[in-house]
């Protein structure tokens, strides 16, 4: 198969992408991942005119740039347009038609109901009715619709009955690197390592991990909080977070290399969702986290991909978003009990690499191109 897919977002989906991108030329496509913002520009944005040149580059340059590559260059046999930017793939979908290139609608997060859930739109007025005439049409039109989860496609269809070809693969992660970095058991007084790493939005829950540290000071336990988003903002402004001491670290994103490593030394990863947003989304950080032997601490309803995925697996702990007391004894637990904890590291990461690295999903990726561009 020597056919041409293209993979498209208006910021770069970092490392899963990559690994996706190689493990598709692997089974023999020719592949590529395209995007206007780079990782450490996105990253970076921590100014008021950084953020804005962020969203101009997103929102407006992006959805342009995608348009006049299926108008002015040769087009590919496939392109894959993912959520991020969410009205990119309405964008190429009528030029995708035109020139008989399908179109993969990639699902990551479901408008308009994420503006409405995070408070960026008012629910039921004129632009929420139009922003969802318009993911209504992308369901209908779109040669495949590629979901996260069960859970998501399943709010998704009560919404949009409408959605052609729906399939479910996860996102998953690139863990060609933590393949021979199976978990080991903590030594002797080594204190456990809570991380949380990655981007901590308004779909995310702070509140709970805020409400630890007011009444409870690390003991036999480390959490540190890396990333970028609103959330990071309220942490920032926390006195129960300023005022933790040694045992709790607040800071940016890591860079490539640090990040490797920071994540093989983590016991346990911190994953949160806040109530509704287990309808919309899926935390892509599970699946790095899974790989790279860590324990899941999921904050987040029970009914949701997020929680189905720790708990098929014996990976770690669902906690419901506000509960403290059962925050607390989780992590109570995991100390008190470090067989039981190695032992779901082991169980993450057996399932990261068996379903969940894109080695395998990228078969799975392989079997819907091949329909599609055979079609």
């Given at each position: 198969?020597?056919?041409?897919?293209?993979?498209?977002?208006?910021v770069d989906l970092g490392s899963f992408a990559r690994g996706l991108i190689r493990e598709?030329?692997?089974?023999?496509?020719?592949?590529?991942?395209?995007?206007?913002?780079?990782?450490?520009?996105?990253?970076?944005?921590?100014?008021?005119?950084a953020r804005a040149?962020?969203?101009?580059?997103?929102?407006?340059?992006?959805?342009?740039?995608?348009?006049?590559r299926l108008r002015e260059e040769e087009p590919p046999d496939a392109i894959v347009v993912c959520t991020n930017t969410f009205y990119a793939p309405a964008v190429a979908l009528r030029d995708a038609r035109r020139l008989g290139v399908p179109l993969i609608h990639w699902v990551f997060d479901l408008f308009p109901e994420v503006l409405v859930h995070s408070g960026k739109l008012r629910p039921g007025g004129p632009s929420e009715r139009a922003?969802?005439?318009?993911?209504?049409?992308?369901f209908r039109d779109a040669a495949a619709n590629v979901?996260?989860?069960?859970?998501?496609?399943?709010?998704?269809?009560?919404?949009?009955?409408?959605?052609?070809?729906?399939?479910?693969?996860?996102?998953?992660?690139?863990?060609?690197?933590?393949?021979?970095?199976?978990?080991?058991?903590?030594?002797?007084?080594?204190?456990l390592r809570l991380?949380?790493?990655?981007?901590?939005?308004?779909?995310?829950?702070?509140?709970?991990?805020?409400?630890?540290?007011?009444?409870?000071?690390?003991?036999?336990?480390?959490?540190?909080?890396r990333g970028h988003g609103a959330g990071f903002r309220a942490f920032a402004a926390a006195p129960s977070v300023i005022g933790a001491g040694a045992g709790v670290v607040l800071g940016e994103g890591l860079p490539a290399d640090?990040?490797?490593?920071?994540?093989?030394?983590?016991d346990i990863a911190l994953?949160?969702?806040?109530?509704?947003?287990?309808?919309?989304?899926?935390?892509?950080?599970?699946?790095?986290?899974m790989v790279a032997g860590q324990a899941i601490l999921a904050i987040c309803p029970q009914d949701s991909d997020l929680a189905d995925t720790v708990t098929r697996h014996e990976a770690g702990w669902v906690v419901v978003p506000g509960d403290v007391d059962g925050l607390e004894a989780a992590i109570a637990d995991a100390v008190a009990d470090p067989a039981a904890l190695l032992a779901r590291r082991r169980n993450a990461f057996r399932a990261g690499h068996q379903l969940y690295d894109q080695r395998p999903l990228a078969t799975r990726w392989d079997g819907l191109l091949r329909s599609l561009v055979a079609g």
């Open positions: 198969m020597s056919a041409l897919v293209e993979v498209w977002s208006s598709l030329e692997a089974l023999g496509w020719r592949a590529r991942h395209r995007f206007e913002v780079s990782d450490d520009t996105y990253r970076g944005a921590a100014s008021l005119p040149r962020v969203r101009w580059s997103s929102y407006v340059s992006y959805p342009l740039h995608l348009r006049r922003l969802s005439a318009v993911t209504g049409a992308i979901f996260l989860g069960e859970k998501l496609l399943t709010h998704a269809r009560s919404r949009y009955p409408a959605i052609h070809n729906a399939v479910v693969i996860p996102v998953g992660a690139d863990g060609h690197e933590f393949t021979t970095a199976p978990p080991h058991p903590r030594g002797a007084n080594v204190p991380l949380y790493c990655g981007n901590l939005g308004r779909m995310h829950d702070t509140r709970t991990i805020l409400g630890l540290l007011a009444r409870r000071r690390p003991q036999g336990w480390t959490m540190e909080l640090v990040w490797t490593a920071a994540m093989k030394d983590a994953v949160t969702m806040k109530p509704g947003a287990e309808r919309l989304v899926m935390p892509s950080k599970t699946y790095s986290a």
